[in-house]
């Protein structure tokens, strides 16, 4: 057996989202959220491509929502960290935007083309750039948050490490990557043990952070969940603020449904952790470039 009594058959079902939704199902989701995305990348215009870093996919899309000062929540997709773009999450802001949010949407190189370390290091460097130029996007730099899904999930919680975040939210992610090393995933990935150690979130745990909101589905696989909930328990043992926010009646794809929706439970999370970062700044303090 190589992990918890999985034998690799095993293991690998155990983290297939696709095939545990079905392909049909997830292919439905995609060309949905494609459209949607579309749809408010016509309605809302925004500042496309822009560049963090030099490589071909290290650029990221904003759409502000219009207030002075307003939070910002930077969105790491996923993919297992070898597919996907930014461009169909755009439809995320259908929520956002309405309660006030800019988003900015990161894209980053995607394995076997980098590895795992540089991904990170990618996503750092995205949201360094975004409280950087906080301000001439029309953001507080002391209220940006991060945030994402699955393999965004896993980023998003490497990504806590930066005090000047004001707070996150990591969805259906992955904290252990020991079993990523020994299923289908690490195909492309190619961890060793020791890369796979210094990048699982679990074993990295920051000294001090901003609040961290854990959720997950509970209609997910069960590894998913198991992940999401010693996650949050070892951030709160070590601690750190935050808490769990299981959500019954969603799988792996239909969870983003509750970031994108107004009324959506993730969306109240993220709402919720804004009220406690710092007040937006004042005109006269934004003028004088007050931090």
């Known amino acids: 057996m190589l992990y918890r009594g999985?034998?690799?058959?095993?293991?690998?079902?155990?983290?297939?989202?696709?095939?545990?939704?079905?392909?049909?199902?997830?292919?439905?989701?995609?060309?949905?959220?494609?459209?949607?995305?579309?749809?408010?990348r016509t309605a809302r215009g925004g500042r496309l491509d822009l560049r963090y870093g030099a490589g071909a996919r290290q650029r990221l899309d904003v759409f502000p929502c219009g207030a002075p000062e307003a939070p910002t929540l930077v969105y790491i997709h996923g993919g297992y960290w070898q597919t996907n773009?930014?461009?169909?999450?755009?439809f995320v802001g259908e929520g956002l935007l309405p309660a006030g949010f800019n988003l900015a949407?990161?894209?980053?190189?995607?394995?076997?083309?980098?590895?795992?370390?540089?991904?990170?290091?990618?996503?750092r460097a995205a949201v360094d750039w975004v409280i950087a130029h906080a301000r001439e996007l029309g953001g507080d730099p002391r209220r940006v948050f991060v945030a994402g899904h699955s393999a965004g999930g896993h980023l998003t919680a490497m990504?806590?490490?930066?005090?000047?975040?004001?707070?996150?939210?990591?969805?259906?992610?992955?904290?252990?990557l020991?079993?990523?090393?020994?299923?289908?995933?690490?195909?492309?990935?190619?961890?060793?043990?020791?890369?796979?150690?210094?990048?699982s979130p679990i074993h990295r745990l920051p000294a001090r952070a901003a609040p961290l909101v854990v959720t997950v589905g509970l209609g997910e696989l069960p590894e998913l969940v198991r992940q999401s909930v010693e996650y949050a328990a070892a951030w709160q043992a070590r601690g750190l603020p935050g808490r769990y926010l299981p959500l019954a009646g969603h799988?792996?794809?239909?969870?983003?449904?509750?970031?994108a929706r107004p009324e959506g439970a993730i969306l109240a999370a993220l709402r919720e952790?804004?009220?406690?970062?710092?007040?937006?700044?004042?005109?006269?303090?934004?003028?004088?470039?007050?931090?």
């Open 105 to 123: 949407l990161v894209e980053y190189t995607l394995a076997p083309a980098a590895r795992l370390d540089a991904i990170v290091g990618e996503v």
């Open 6 to 40: 999985m034998d690799r058959a095993a293991l690998d079902a155990a983290y297939n989202n696709t095939a545990a939704v079905g392909q049909a199902r997830r292919d439905a989701y995609v060309a949905d959220w494609s459209a949607r995305s579309a749809a408010l």
């Open 159 to 176: 990504a806590m490490d930066d005090a000047r975040l004001a707070g996150g939210v990591a969805i259906s992610g992955i904290y252990d």
């Open 178 to 199: 020991e079993p990523i090393r020994l299923n289908y995933l690490n195909d492309k990935l190619g961890l060793d043990a020791a890369e796979a150690a210094r990048n």
């Open 251 to 259: 799988e792996h794809f239909s969870i983003l449904e509750d970031l």
């Open 273 to 291: 952790l804004a009220t406690t970062a710092p007040a937006p700044l004042s005109a006269r303090q934004a003028r004088a470039g007050r931090p």
């Open 85 to 90: 773009d930014k461009e169909p999450y755009a």
